[in-house]
């Protein structure tokens, strides 16, 4: 039961390849929304490493944070309240062309570094 957090992590990063497959196809506020979702497994493989239990059925990534006690430095946690923030907007877009002009490619290039280097502080907590 210990290991199934390597789970979590393979799911990760799994999503963030496919945010760079939707990034490449020009699928730009997918990018986004797999960038948060591969931030979400990886919280709750950490999760589940760090509490030796199931993590909750959420998608806030600062609830997750809070229940495991970790914060990132100041930028890395400003870049995850941006990036939850854009998960209801990418989940469920109120107009759809708001979202496509909202997450361009220099937008979403940015969101995919800045998530894959949240993936790597989280890889440092385990």
């Avoid at 199931?54 to 995850?80: G, V």
Wanted: charged share 25%; glycine share 2%.
């Amino acid at each position: 039961m210990s290991e199934r957090y390597n789970e979590w992590f393979r799911q990760a990063d799994y999503d963030m390849e496919t945010a760079e497959a939707m990034f490449s196809s020009g699928r730009y506020f997918y990018a986004v929304f797999m960038c948060h979702l591969s931030i979400e497994k990886a919280l709750k493989g950490l999760y589940f490493k760090a509490l030796n239990e199931a993590p909750p059925k959420t998608h806030n990534l600062l609830y997750l944070l809070a229940k495991i006690d970790k914060r990132p430095e100041q930028e890395l946690e400003k870049f995850i309240t941006r990036l939850n923030t854009a998960s209801v907007t990418t989940r469920y877009p109120d107009n759809l062309a708001k979202v496509q002009e909202a997450y361009t490619a220099e937008v979403t290039a940015e969101m995919i570094m800045k998530s894959k280097d949240v993936l790597q502080w989280i890889r440092t907590q385990l």
